[in-house]
């Protein structure tokens, strides 16, 4: 079982919808931060909520997911929040990756790039893959030293 918060824009929130339901069947806990329909939205107040979220875990558990249209302006919202990592992702190789070498701790996807089936794929690469800390810990760290103070 994992714990997730989630949030997107209307451009997202379709796959938003899709996912959020998939990982509960899988037995997750999802916050779910909305939007909570189609109409516009900004995506910066809702990456900025789920990479706030994230970020005061103090377990460094709970993992996010970010979806807008494209998946990037919604990843840089997330990225604006000290202590999130924000991958956005496009298959499960990246989302494998990300975990795995950068130990991203929130993804985010295209809603309007990346279909369902590959979406699907990607998230629960993700939700398998392990930090290997080693040598990506360092780089990591150094990341880390970027956040503002």
Wanted: charged content about 20%; some cysteine; proline content about 3%.
């Amino acid at each position: 079982m994992m714990n997730w918060v989630v949030g997107s824009d209307h451009g997202g929130f379709a796959l938003k919808q899709h996912l959020v339901a998939m990982l509960r069947a899988a037995g997750d806990v999802v916050d779910d931060v909305g939007t909570d329909g189609e109409a516009s939205v900004d995506y910066p107040s809702f990456g900025a909520e789920v990479g706030r979220r994230v970020a005061a875990d103090p377990t460094g558990a709970v993992r996010g997911i970010v979806v807008c249209g494209s998946g990037i302006g919604i990843s840089i919202a997330a990225n604006k929040v000290p202590g999130v990592r924000c991958a956005l992702v496009h298959d499960a190789y990246t989302a494998e990756l990300c975990r795995q070498h950068n130990d991203a701790n929130v993804i985010a996807l295209g809603g309007r790039v990346v279909g369902v089936g590959v979406a699907e794929h990607a998230v629960m690469a993700y939700r398998k893959a392990e930090f290997e800390g080693g040598r990506h810990a360092r780089r990591v760290a150094q990341l880390g030293g970027l956040d503002p103070k």
